[in-house]
């Protein structure tokens, strides 16, 4: 059984999923705005959004049905995610390590993943923003969204409803942590092609190879092989 419930406005849907688990036997619950006022991304970056323009989606997953490590699932999502936005428009659409959504080297969507205990119950907090309709952005130059990157003008409440659904049976149904690990790493935004990277206020070129189990990701410079946890590398595009 799953719930997706709706506010017109809200802060953050990260932040006001509790007050909407009021269903104990939901295993899966969705908030979602179409005007977020504070959205948060990983490590306290922030996540603009117009209103009326994007989506601000957030599901809450019962722990004690994930048998995935945390960084195996929050790779698992940013697959699900992507697979959705993928099957929809029909273009292809890669993963910027960690769980950043590229859709023709513009960001569409950002996905951050928290755990919480609420009203005496573990959850995965899955938080997504995803640019849908909106046509300028101002201050990213590497933003883009679906309509901007496929000139498709897809409507938003079908757009959520059909994302919760399908989220809702991957999580019903998860694979093994191989085969996350394959997908995620097949889907990876520029595998195996020389990239630039700024590491310390430097810029050095290198190549990423591979993300790992652990959450690392592994680039290959001139003096060989390197990994990386999120925020001590950053890949410039």
Request: hydrophobic share 35%.
């Amino acid at each position: 059984m799953s719930e997706l419930f709706y506010q017109k406005e809200c802060s953050s849907t990260n932040d006001e999923i509790s007050q909407v688990l009021l269903y104990p036997h939901s295993n899966f619950v969705g908030l979602y705005t179409f005007n977020q006022t504070k959205g948060r991304g990983q490590y306290g970056n922030s996540w603009a959004s117009r209103p009326e323009e994007n989506l601000a989606y957030t599901l809450a997953v019962k722990t004690e049905n994930i048998t995935l490590t945390d960084f195996m699932f929050n790779y698992y999502t940013a697959i699900a995610i992507r697979n959705y936005i993928a099957n929809l428009t029909q273009k292809p659409v890669k993963i910027k390590w960690p769980n950043d959504l590229i859709l023709k080297n513009k960001k569409i969507a950002g996905i951050l993943i928290e755990k919480k205990k609420i009203n005496g119950e573990q959850y995965f907090i899955i938080g997504a923003g995803i640019n849908i309709l909106q046509e300028k952005f101002d201050e990213i130059s590497n933003a883009g969204s679906v309509f901007t990157q496929t000139g498709e003008r897809l409507d938003l409440k079908n757009f959520t409803e059909n994302l919760h659904e399908f989220l809702v049976g991957k999580f019903k149904h998860i694979t093994s942590e191989s085969n996350v690990l394959g997908d995620f790493n097949l889907n990876l935004f520029r595998k195996d092609e020389i990239s630039v990277f700024e590491i310390g206020g430097n810029r050095q070129n290198g190549i990423i190879r591979k993300a790992d189990e652990k959450g690392e990701i592994w680039i290959e410079f001139e003096d060989g092989l390197q990994s990386f946890y999120h925020k001590e590398i950053k890949l410039l595009y």
